[in-house]
């Protein structure tokens, strides 16, 4: 074919518009591509928000059960469990996420083997840092006391606390577990555990408490038996022949290694304390106002339903975790991206209809739990924030759960820390107390200065990232666990 001034031109150097039918080819191709990775993400991201909200269940049932025995047991489980547990149960959780970048990574690999290995190397990690943490529960009561905390309460709390210790422990084994089958997309497993040990922990307690009348220390210690039946389950299923790939039986080769696999997890662990323990921050903030009482009573209101919201991207960060983490560790850098822009975009979608739930019923969404006018009125001014941060919350855990997949955990905890406690704390305190907004002023400046800030700084840092390099050290860092193994 001759082009202008009658030179020769290829008909491949010519460009073409695309006809209708390739366009609609190619529309349908990525809609099978988008449906291809939502099966997958949901494998995960299903049964993950079950267990989820199996376990809240289980702890929500037993400070009902220990609110019928009077207020001061009340008391003291609700401190045992929000801030002695969840303390402790926040920095075990973000160091079994360890897993979720080497496992996941060494699943995409087919490295099959090495997945029982790390795990037995989390479960030492996790046991030696569980024994580090037990003062916590030996001298409950002095803390408490020396924190302000009325006597009878404390000396409850210390009653408790030990009850709680074989809880403590059974996380040890229990996180590790359930990582090391959520990589595989075995944990369908984890959701029936959790199912069998909530009723198994109703029936506990109705006997427990009215029937062999064991108090509140009784009702703790439902908790704990109930979590030992779902990680025997789990240990059951995994030792005994569920994973025959990935379960190779005990090794001396978990000893080897646990320098780095100590630096991984205490960096998982930084990460997500930074950010369980900013809302806790929140509550304490607001404490300190000049009626704290129907402060603390409308935060709290607030909180609940975000906790309870928060499952589903809680969820998310799971299943985003695992499948960027398959994803790098096949080489598939694309793959990687793609599973991310799916999940950010899905999580987001839910978290906008809640959005607008929260919105359309925000004069009726506190009669669920008050009563109170005063506590009404108060929930109806902060319902805009709670609608804001469902928002934020829809994508900002998603963005964490690439990072754990693609093993940036000590990079964001150092983001975490500047956002939340060098920014958005401050900026609360200013907002609070300086201009006196207190506790909307509070929570905009913690949420605007903190929980934005750090959104913005990981969306940026995903759009930017380099999947293929991303994946070519996913590789690397396989080889590298691998060569410590032989």
């Not at 020769?8 to 988008?34: D, M």
């Not at 709670?386 to 963005?399: D, H, I, R």
């Not at 305190?429 to 907004?437: I, Q």
């Given at each position: 074919m001759r082009g202008i001034g009658g030179k020769?031109?290829?008909?491949?150097?010519?460009?073409?518009?695309?006809?209708?039918?390739?366009?609609?080819?190619?529309?349908?191709?990525?809609?099978?591509?988008?449906?291809?990775e939502t099966k997958k993400l949901w494998r995960i991201v299903g049964p993950a928000m079950f267990s989820r909200l199996t376990t809240n269940s289980i702890l929500v049932i037993t400070q009902a059960f220990a609110g019928h025995l009077g207020d001061l047991e009340l008391a003291a489980i609700s401190i045992v469990i929000n801030v002695i547990l969840g303390f402790n149960f926040g920095l075990l959780l973000g160091m079994a996420s360890a897993l979720e970048t080497l496992c996941g990574q060494a699943f995409g690999a087919k490295k099959?083997?090495?997945l029982g290995v790390y795990m037995q190397r989390s479960w030492i990690v996790l046991f030696v840092c569980s024994v580090f943490l037990l003062p916590i529960y030996l001298f409950t009561t002095p803390v408490l006391k020396f924190l302000g905390q009325p006597d009878d309460i404390a000396e409850l709390c210390g009653v408790v606390a030990l009850w709680a210790i074989p809880?403590?422990?059974?996380?040890?084994?229990?996180?590790?577990?359930?990582?090391?089958?959520q990589c595989?997309?075995?944990?369908?497993?984890?959701?029936?555990?959790?199912?069998?040990?909530?009723?198994?922990?109703?029936?506990m307690c109705w006997l427990f408490v009215y029937g062999l009348k064991l108090g509140v220390?009784?009702?703790m210690v439902t908790v704990g038996i109930s979590w030992w039946i779902s990680v025997l389950i789990l240990l059951a299923y995994s030792v005994c022949g569920g994973c025959p790939l990935t379960w190779t039986g005990l090794s001396f080769e978990a000893f080897t290694g646990l320098w780095e696999f100590l630096q991984l997890s205490a960096s998982s662990g930084v990460m997500l304390c930074l950010e369980n323990w900013y809302y806790q921050i929140l509550v304490i903030m607001t404490g300190t106002?000049?009626?704290?009482?129907?402060?603390?009573?409308?935060?709290?209101?607030?909180?609940?339903?975000?906790?309870?919201?928060?499952m589903i991207p809680l969820s998310f960060f799971a299943g985003t975790g695992v499948r960027v983490a398959n994803e790098l560790g096949a080489g598939n850098g694309k793959g990687a991206k793609f599973a991310t822009i799916v999940s950010v975009t899905q999580s987001l979608i839910i978290g906008l209809f809640v959005w607008v739930i929260i919105m359309l019923f925000h004069n009726q969404i506190a009669n669920i739990f008050s009563s109170s006018e005063a506590v009404l009125a108060a929930v109806n001014k902060l319902t805009i924030l709670?609608?804001?941060?469902?928002?934020?919350?829809?994508?900002?855990?998603?963005?964490s759960g690439v990072a754990v997949g693609s093993g940036w955990q000590s990079y964001v905890a150092y983001i975490n820390l500047g956002c939340y406690y060098c920014i958005g704390v401050p900026l609360g305190?200013?907002?609070?107390?300086?201009?006196?907004?207190?506790v909307m002023g509070i929570w905009a400046g913690m949420m605007f200065g903190g929980t934005l800030v750090q959104t913005m700084i990981l969306c940026f840092i995903t759009m930017r990232c380099d999947w293929e390099k991303e994946a070519q050290m996913a590789n690397v860092r396989v080889n590298k666990w691998c060569k410590t193994l032989k």
């Open positions: 020769e031109e290829s008909e491949s150097s010519i460009p073409l518009l695309k006809s209708p039918n390739t366009a609609e080819e190619e529309g349908g191709e990525l809609k099978k591509r988008v449906w291809v099959y083997y090495m809880l403590h422990f059974a996380f040890c084994l229990a996180l590790p577990l359930q990582r090391f089958l595989q997309l075995r944990n369908q497993v984890t959701a029936y555990s959790a199912a069998v040990a909530l009723v198994a922990h109703v029936l220390a009784g009702t106002l000049q009626n704290p009482r129907i402060a603390v009573d409308s935060l709290s209101i607030c909180m609940t339903i975000n906790g309870w919201e928060m709670l609608a804001l941060t469902v928002l934020l919350n829809s994508v900002q855990p998603v963005l305190f200013l907002m609070g107390w300086v201009f006196k907004f207190g």
